[in-house]
C-alpha cells in the first residue's frame, strides 16, 4: 500500500470497506440463484449439492448449470479473500503510521 497522510489512509478504508461489501453482496447473489435450480433428485439446490456422487450426474440437465454456479461462487470468494488481504495490509499500514 503506498498511503503516506491521513487522508489518503480513510479514503482508502473507506473504498475498501464499499468493495468488500459489494463483493459480499455477489456472493450473496450467486448462493441464492441455487436456489432458481430443479435438481432431478428433487435435493434442495445449494453449493454443498455433490452431483458427482448422484446416479443422474451423466443425464441430468441440472448438473452443468450446478457446476456453473459453483465455479462462479468459487471465483467470487476467491476474489474477495484478494481483496481482503490487500485491506488486511492497509490496516498494517494505518497502524504502523498512527504508531510511529
Do not use: H
Amino acid at each position: 500500500m503506498n498511503v503516506s497522510n491521513p487522508t489518503e489512509m480513510v479514503a482508502c478504508d473507506q473504498l475498501f470497506r464499499a468493495v468488500l461489501q459489494r463483493e459480499s453482496t455477489a456472493i450473496a447473489d450467486k448462493q441464492n440463484e441455487f436456489t432458481n435450480v430443479i435438481c432431478a433428485k428433487g435435493y434442495n439446490v445449494s453449493s454443498a449439492l455433490n452431483c458427482d456422487i448422484c446416479e443422474l450426474k451423466n443425464t441430468c440437465t441440472a448438473k452443468t448449470q450446478i457446476d456453473t454456479l459453483k465455479q462462479d461462487l468459487n471465483d467470487l470468494i476467491d476474489k474477495k479473500l484478494k481483496i481482503m488481504n490487500k485491506y488486511a495490509e492497509l490496516q498494517d499500514a494505518i497502524k504502523n503510521y498512527l504508531l510511529s
